[in-house]
């Protein structure tokens, strides 16, 4: 390592000695006094791995060391995170292309042994458990045991993983969300490492396969997420090119008022920052509020970056963060360990520190948030609780609005008896009846049929948690329940939240309002909701109801949580009980009534509504480090089914070409050590048009597979019965099905069909005008076997979601070789460029709509220049001859992405890396 600056130092702590980079000494050169807190610890990460400028010279140091708040990011760095932490639906496939990756390197006359996570890598299964089953006691068991026989193919090459590859471990099923676990458990906050004999300390950073890493951001630790590629880079020692980024600062002031939630203040900031604009910038928060933030709402607000559409959302190593070490059973070395190094570092945070320079600043007070839900649709769009009505109204429109007037009123007349023929003439429209176990029910527009206490967002909240328990046990003792047509679930996150839910006695009251726990995973925030219940299901499809769900989580785009229902709303976990028991979302909650009492009293939300200092008390009565320490004890281990599970050995995976979950991909065929160039790409046809916010849900498979869908025809066609088809998201390590499921979304708009919804494109044969319409797959494969290649045109925020790279794998297998958007997020447009996808952007304020661009164009882009190019030329071709021609900027942003590209990706980079080593 160089060390141009002479900023080693050493740090007595423990009895131990470290070696670490002193910003105190680079302190005594350039005025660090007033640094953002993320910049100071980007800048200890480059003193740290200086190495004579081959990857970080001086002058990247000096660049962050002397940072201009108002200046456009411009200079590029190279980022090297201490660790990674990957889910299981982006682990698989991170994990089979290693294995991939290990037999291509031996062809390349390298050795099987180099392909190698290089710091530690922790993937945790929380993404493969459904809510199959719900609201029984039972159904934590069944649900798990469903897993197990959906996923056995899947956890046993996981088990060969865990054993092949050093610096990897697994987190079995059953244990958490990955984010949760993350925060109470795998977090180090500062690490420790012995380089070459010696033992270094330096902050803890993390890059995560989940956008959601961020949450991590709320104890001080920073990471993000990225696409599984760039994680498997950072995994192979591969440090990750970014530009230095602006630094928003957030000011808390003051502190929450009675009634509200760390939901409700995290909705309000991603509407906030949303509005201002945080799209690949830092967030920072600070201010005097925060000594009135325990470090479970820090970490909800952290969580949600993603959602505000910044790279990271961070708080400051403070007291706060101590005691949540602590709370959560950390070693009183490691915390000493923290405390010593952030002082000497100058990251410590107190009431006495300077405020940092900042590219702009907002401003909060804690005082002024108001109980809020966010929805239908996306989660910025926050909602007041005494608003909640009139916004279902609004967003069902003109043409069902008459039907959800009365859809009330039926609903009373459930709970209340009442002149059913009198409510029937009233309907402009005929309301579902449904049978279930209790007898007749009638489901409306607004009828609420999936009520989630779901994601790390919240579960990770003690608050929030046991401000549900205490609300249902208020709930309970008043003789209210959930309307029977609802879909109740918890899944509370980790091990630890149910043990204190029991231990305050609150999980029985829970599930006397339904709220059995169904699994450790994140269920219905990433949709895993499972089934509705026939009779619901039949119900929405008879009228074509817009039913809703109301869930904890941090998602609710379009198709997410559940295919037949058409709005979706954010809410704390209190509120996802009290909108089951109201069984419908057309209702006032701030002045209606939730139901009636045993006395046929009408009982509001205020009346159930417990305080904080009841919930405050309830947490220091039952949430301590004991919990933690018993929970995380042996972490590793797994129980009795995973540990049952057989699993192959040695150094290479031995490959099932039967199988259907588990395939070596496509990406190293034919590859060799020569690299290519960045050509100028002529005669593309259009794969898809598409408008506003398309995300990686709209793109990426996820959710059940039909069996109509080129995936569902394709697995049929190779044996697997319907039944079986399990979701996307677990057949992730199979190309052949992810493939065929980009795209596919039920839900996405293909602007060549004037807005209808679904997964098809117009194919337009050779020397043709006339195009057929085809699934966008089949026409995909029609233009390969043409030798087409093809291209994709969106609008704003392209990519937004989470870090899918599926959704960029498939973007690439399907053939397409650019993207031009008006804007792209962050985390997709890096995966498309790592996918070997040219991604582009519109100039002036132009669109496909403006440029009279309708999809039947034949195109070209030049002036590509081996990379070099930062503005290419496009030519849009209509079947008459007229062509139009724009230009658009090139995001290839750094000089290391142009490398990527030019290899044809960032696998392909690294690996030619790696064997050039063995070869040379």
Known sequence: MADSFSTRARLDVNGKSYTYSSLAKLGERFDLAKLPYSMKILLENLLRHEDGGMTVGPEHIEAVATWDAKAEPATEIAFMPARVVLQDFTGVPCVVDLAAMRDAVVKLGGKASQINPLIPSELVIDHSVQVDVFGRPDALDLNGKIEFERNAERYSFLRWGQKAFGNFKVVPPNTGIVHQVNLENLARVVMERSVDGELWAFPDTVFGTDSHTTMINGIGVLGWGVG??????????????????????FKLTGKLPEGTTATDLVLTVTQMLRKHGVVGKFVEFFGEGLQHLPLADRATIANMAPEYGATCGIFPIDAEALTYLRLSGRSEEQIALVEAYAKAQGLWHDADSPHATYSATLELDLGNVQPSLAGPKRPQDRVLLSGMKANFNENLGPMTASRAAVGCAINKLDSEGGDQEQANRLAAKPISKISLEDGEHHLTDGSVVIAAITSCTNTSNPAVMLGAGLLARNAAAKGLKAAPWVKTSLGPGSLVVTDYLKKAGVLAD???????????????????????????SKGIAENDLVVASVLSG????????HPEVKMNYLASPPLVVAYAIAGTIDIDLVNEPLGQDQAGNDVYLRDIWPSNKEIGDTIAAT???????????????GDSRWNQIASPEGESFEWDAASTYIKNPPYFDGMTMQVGGIDDIDGMRVLGLFGDSITTDHISPAGNIKQDSPAGR??????VQPADFNSYGSRRGNDDVMVRGTFANIRIKNLMFSGEEGGNT???????????????????????????????????EYGTGSSRDWAAKGTNLLGVKAVIAESFERIHRSNLVGMGVLPLQFLNGQNAAALGLDGSEVFEIAGLQDGAGKIAKVSARKADGTATTFDAKVLLLTPKEVEYFRNGGLLQYVLRQLASRKTA
């Open 623 to 637: 949430v301590g480090p004991e919990l933690f320490k018993q929970n995380y004890a042996d972490v590793f281990k």
């Open 510 to 536: 829970l599930e006397k309002l339904g709220f059995y726990v169904v699994g450790y995973g994140c269920t219905t925030c990433i949709g895993n909701s499972g089934p509705l219940p026939q009779a619901v």
């Open 762 to 796: 117009l194919y337009f044969a050779p020397g043709s005008s006339t195009g057929e319409k085809l699934a966008i797959y089949d026409a995909a494969m029609k233009y390969n076997a043409d030798g087409v290649p093809l291209i994709v045109l969106a609008g704003k």
């Open 228 to 249: 599984g590629i760039e994680a498997e880079a950072a995994m192979l020692g591969q440090p990750s090119s970014m530009l230095i980024p602006q630094v928003v600062g």
């Open 554 to 561: 941090n998602r609710n785009f379009e198709g997410r949580v």
């Open 714 to 719: 394709f697995l049929v066609s190779r044996g």
